[in-house]
Structure formats: structure tokens, C-alpha cells
């Protein structure tokens, strides 16, 4: 086998050249934010990619967005819809370009591993408003990617003959450091860097196992790993109702909510919302689940 760095490098350069929809994500969020864009700029870009084009107009036509006459251009679509609500169809829609896939080394389906992606974007993006610590939108693109590098993971075994399979005989991140050498937080911080993606979404991604190893404190990076605390990893787990009083009671979770000053009620009321944000969500996209 490929030495490890061999192999991160290698699965990196392949994913970051699947799609171009992060790299043009990535840039809206700047654009969007940018009091001197306007809506042409920003449907230029966008238009660039005629697949994220047609599902985002597609859903600002779609009856969550009410009626009238549907929009026929990516323009009309984002003065129909407005600048916050396009950051996040953007982002559904970019999410599901790059989590829309079936990872066979970690025995996750195409389908369950977006599912989790939006349910974790959904969490995260409910706790930062909840606590006023982070931009909510900011905390959305964060949760939505925030696995993407299970992708460079699963290409690194599968360009080295695969045969490598997660189990959950073990946690994922051991398993993964086992079986390529690295983790998924690190090479999905090194993809949204890659893209660029704002220093403060990438060092979150690196830090979502461990915040305490980040140069300087991130409260995305906590909220990440709080979240993983409250609904673990893998095959689909996050979309169960978990049992709430003994995720709480971890070390992790208890500390997270001392310090943000959550009660057990606030947590059980995001995990509720967020259990609506996502159905309702996924009927926007699909309207037949």
C-alpha cells in the first residue's frame, strides 16, 4: 500500500476535482455577504453549474416559497427567495452533489449519508441560534460538511484494492486512523481549504473530534462535537430519536451545556425542532418522502 500521506494526498486531489459546486459555494457565501454584490453577480456564478442552477429553482418554485408565477432564471429565483434563503438552498443543494454517495468502506448507503449530513446541519444550525454563539447560516454550512471526508477516506481505500471495512467494532476515527492513516476531520478541513471556505469553517471541521487541539478556541468546532456526542456517527444513527438523558450526562455534552448555559429542556427542544426542520425539509426536496 501507498504510504499514508501518499494516499491523502492522492484521495484529496481526486475529490477536490469531483465537482465544482463547493468551489462555487464557497464563493457565494463571500458574495452573499458582500454589501457591494448584487443579485447578478451572484446568479452569474451560481449559473456557472447548470445542476445546482436547476435545483435551486426548482425549490424557490416549490409551494414552501408560496405562489404565483414560477421563476424561469436563477436571477429571478434569488429576488424571489432573497439572499438568506439562497445561502441555504445553496447549500442543500451543493451537499447533495458531494454527500450523495455511497460510501462502501464504512457500509454508509448514498442515502444515509446525506440524511445525516442534513440532519447535522439542521442540529447545528438550531444550537447556534439557540445560543447566539455563531452566524446561523455560518453553522448550517458547517454541520451539512461537516463529514465530508469520509469521501477522501473511502477513495483511499478503494485506490489501494479496498477490502477495508468499518465495522462498529470501533469508533469511526480509530478506524479510519488505522486503516489510511489519517482522519476524516482532517481531510475535510484540507477540502474546504482547498475550496476556500472561511479559516473559521475549516478549523471547525478540523477540530469537531478534539477543540482543545485548535490554536485558538472555536465554539463550531464544540458545537460539533457536542453534537456528535448527542447523536453518534454512522449508518443513519443521527435520524433515531436518542435516549437524551445519558447523552447529556457525558462529560462532553454536560460541559458544553454548562458553559453555553443550555438546560436539558432547551437541548430536548432543538432536537425536536430539528426532527421538523428535517422532515419538512426533505419533503421541499422530495415531495414523495
Request: hydrophobic share 45%.
Amino acid at each position: 500500500m501507498k504510504n499514508s500521506q501518499e494516499q491523502f494526498r492522492l484521495a484529496i486531489a481526486r475529490i477536490e476535482k469531483f465537482s465544482p459546486a463547493p468551489a462555487i459555494l464557497a464563493r457565494a457565501l463571500t458574495l452573499l455577504r458582500d454589501p457591494h454584490s448584487d443579485i447578478s453577480d451572484i446568479a452569474k456564478l451560481v449559473g456557472s453549474d447548470p445542476a445546482l442552477t436547476a435545483d435551486l429553482i426548482r425549490c424557490a418554485n416549490s409551494v414552501f416559497y408560496g405562489t404565483g408565477e414560477p421563476n424561469q432564471t436563477i436571477a429571478e429565483a434569488i429576488q424571489k427567495i432573497g439572499s438568506s434563503e439562497t445561502i441555504r438552498l445553496l447549500n442543500l443543494a451543493v451537499t447533495r452533489v458531494v454527500a450523495k454517495q455511497h460510501l462502501g468502506c464504512y457500509g454508509i448507503s448514498a442515502d444515509n449519508f446525506w440524511a445525516e449530513s442534513l440532519f447535522n446541519g439542521l442540529f447545528l444550525r438550531n444550537l447556534a441560534s439557540a445560543t447566539g454563539r455563531a452566524e446561523a447560516d455560518q453553522a448550517y454550512t458547517v454541520g451539512l460538511l461537516r463529514f465530508l471526508g469520509r469521501l477522501a477516506i473511502n477513495q483511499a481505500i478503494e485506490d489501494n484494492g479496498g477490502g477495508l471495512f468499518w465495522l462498529g467494532q470501533e469508533s469511526i476515527s480509530a478506524w479510519e486512523q488505522a486503516s489510511v492513516g489519517f482522519v476524516q476531520a482532517q481531510a475535510g478541513a484540507t477540502l474546504l481549504g482547498k475550496w476556500k471556505f472561511s479559516e473559521d469553517m475549516v478549523q471547525a471541521i478540523a477540530g469537531q473530534d478534539d477543540p482543545s487541539s485548535l490554536p485558538s478556541p472555536s465554539w463550531l468546532a464544540e458545537a460539533l462535537q457536542f453534537t456528535s456526542s448527542v447523536f453518534p456517527q454512522g449508518l443513519g444513527v443521527a435520524l433515531q430519536p436518542p435516549v437524551l438523558d445519558e447523552c447529556l450526562a457525558s462529560p462532553t455534552c454536560a460541559q458544553f451545556m454548562e458553559r453555553y448555559a443550555l438546560s436539558a429542556a432547551q437541548v430536548t427542544g432543538i432536537v425536536e425542532t430539528t426532527f421538523e426542520d428535517y422532515s419538512r425539509t426533505r419533503r421541499m426536496i422530495d415531495p414523495a418522502v
